[in-house]
């Protein structure tokens, strides 16, 4: 009898045995559910986190099991998924165990913009898109050139990525957020690993300061206690995902970044 499973190994090198036509999909991340409907598996995605709001449709009407943290785990059950796809920073550890006691789990591990590149195509083989995926790894690959080192232009350019507000929380090293950053030319001034907290001031004082627009909602309202913190410093207020979403939303970014850019240096007369 021929198998209607197949091992893979996932962006953590785990072995997960799955469906060769998976069916029953559920996305615990939002940049990945978004690709999952880039990939034009709109039949196939049954479950989704409240996290989950691109496209709107799908968030409209898809199930929600929770959050990317904390799971429902009755409606999981209820879904029955024939797979289950997380990411290893933004889902907790104890529940994708839990969860692959149970079902097949393929997990991402994205640090890099090459990581994101390797997880579309890894993503588009695993649920048959394979064409779909190499398209859209070759347009990301293209449009992300023309803003390679961008910020170069900048007569100014150490920037501290803020993520979180009381406490304050930094976009450091070995993170997605900070290779984009070193992509477009920027220097990180956050040399701790990960999301560190900030004890200001911060020793070497940035020319920018990027309040992201998520996981925390910065608005144009909290640029005035950064500027009393950095009165040297232009606090601006940045689209997160653009930063942060690896997946289709990496097609958008670079038109994003050029007119961030441009905006930036139009600024620099101030100085």
């Known amino acids: 009898m021929k198998s209607t499973t197949h091992i893979v190994i996932d962006q953590m090198g785990r072995c997960v045995e799955v469906p060769l036509s998976p069916r029953r999909i559920i996305s615990l991340v939002p940049s990945q559910t978004e690709l999952l409907a880039h ?56 529940m994708i165990e839990a969860l692959s006691q149970r079902y097949p789990v393929w997990m991402s ?8 590149l390797d997880m579309i195509g890894r993503l588009g083989c695993l649920v048959n898109k394979q064409e779909e995926a190499e398209s859209l790894q070759k347009a990301i690959t293209g449009r992300w050139q023309t803003v390679r080192n961008m910020a170069a232009a900048l007569p100014f350019r150490k920037v501290l990525y803020l993520i979180w507000r009381k406490p304050y929380m930094a976009a450091g090293k070995s993170t997605f957020i900070d290779e984009v950053l070193r992509f477009l030319g920027f220097e990180n001034i956050c040399t701790q690993e990960r999301y560190p907290l900030v004890e200001f001031p911060v020793h070497t004082a940035p020319a920018w300061v990027f309040l992201s627009s998520e996981p925390y909602p910065f608005k144009e309202k909290h640029i005035e206690e950064i500027q009393q913190l950095y009165p040297k410093a232009k606090a601006l207020v940045v689209d997160g995902e653009m930063f942060s979403w690896y997946g289709s939303r990496m097609l958008q970014a670079p038109a994003y970044f050029e007119c961030l850019l441009e905006r930036m240096l139009a600024s620099c007369t101030s100085y």
């Open 39 to 94: 990939l034009g598996l709109e039949q196939e995605v049954v479950g989704i986190t409240k996290f989950c709001v691109h496209p709107e449709r799908w968030y409209r009407s898809k199930p929600k099991v929770g959050g990317t943290k904390q799971l429902r785990m009755e409606v999981v059950e209820r879904l029955n998924p024939d797979l289950i796809v997380g990411n290893k920073e933004e889902n907790e550890k104890s």
């Open 109 to 116: 591990d994205i640090r890099s913009i090459n990581d994101a």
